[in-house]
């Protein structure tokens, strides 16, 4: 992957020569390579950018990081490298879910773990007023539950509709009304 990386480089550093890059292709194609590593788990192609200095909080047009991507899809070394790389765990998409959220989403427990390892609070809502905690009580992810309240999570705060973790947790789940 490293080859490839320096290929790419080297191709665009020949065309600056034969003709001007657009800058904004260039940059598309990065992240696209970037986004697509950490989906995939590619460690080796994600040290690639970290040796390079590329910003480890870049986001898609979704909001979604390196680390968000990598978390949903159950990349836990690539978690680990991005997490060590310094990479914002606490970062939001345009949704305002966190990794963790994705991770407790998608059953990732032990990435959801090391994602509870990180400075972030336990209480970080989404936009629509969501915690993690009651993503993990609205999937059964009962060992999830009790690390938030370990770590210091209110599995009694309420999203806009009086859900909470503790009730979904327990299979009541408010919906908004018919109309």
Same mark, same amino acid.
């Given at each position: ?11 665009? #550093? ?5 003709? #001007? ?12 390579? +970037? ?18 200095? +590329? #910003?480890?909080d870049t986001q898609d047009e979704k909001g979604y990081t390196a680390?968000?991507?990598?978390? +949903? ?14 990479? %914002? ?7 305002? %879910?966190?990794?963790?959220?994705? =991770? ?16 972030c609070s336990p209480d970080q809502r989404n936009g629509a007023g969501?915690? =993690?905690?009651? +993503? ?9 539950l009790d690390a938030l309240a370990a770590k210091g999570a209110d599995? %009694? ?5 009086? %859900? ?5 947790? #327990? ?9």
């Amino acid at each position: 992957m490293r080859l490839f990386i320096a290929l790419l480089t080297l191709t665009c #550093s020949l065309a600056i020569h034969a003709q #001007s890059p657009d800058p904004v292709a260039v940059k598309v194609q990065l992240e696209h390579y +970037y986004f697509d590593a950490a989906r995939r788990g590619d460690v080796e192609m994600l040290d690639t950018f970290i040796e390079a200095g +590329y #910003s480890l909080d870049t986001q898609d047009e979704k909001g979604y990081t390196a680390l968000i991507l990598a978390a +949903y899809h159950g990349q836990g070394p690539a978690v680990e490298r991005l997490l060590a790389a310094g990479a %914002n765990a606490c970062a939001q998409d345009k949704r305002g %879910n966190t990794a963790l959220m994705g =991770a407790i989403f998608k059953g990732e427990v032990q990435i959801a773990r090391r994602l509870l390892a990180t400075d972030c609070s336990p209480d970080q809502r989404n936009g629509a007023g969501q915690t =993690a905690a009651m +993503y993990a009580g609205l999937f059964k992810r009962v060992e999830l539950l009790d690390a938030l309240a370990a770590k210091g999570a209110d599995l %009694n705060a309420e999203d806009p509709l009086g %859900n909470s973790a503790t009730r979904l947790a #327990s299979g009541q789940i408010r919906t908004s009304p018919s109309r």
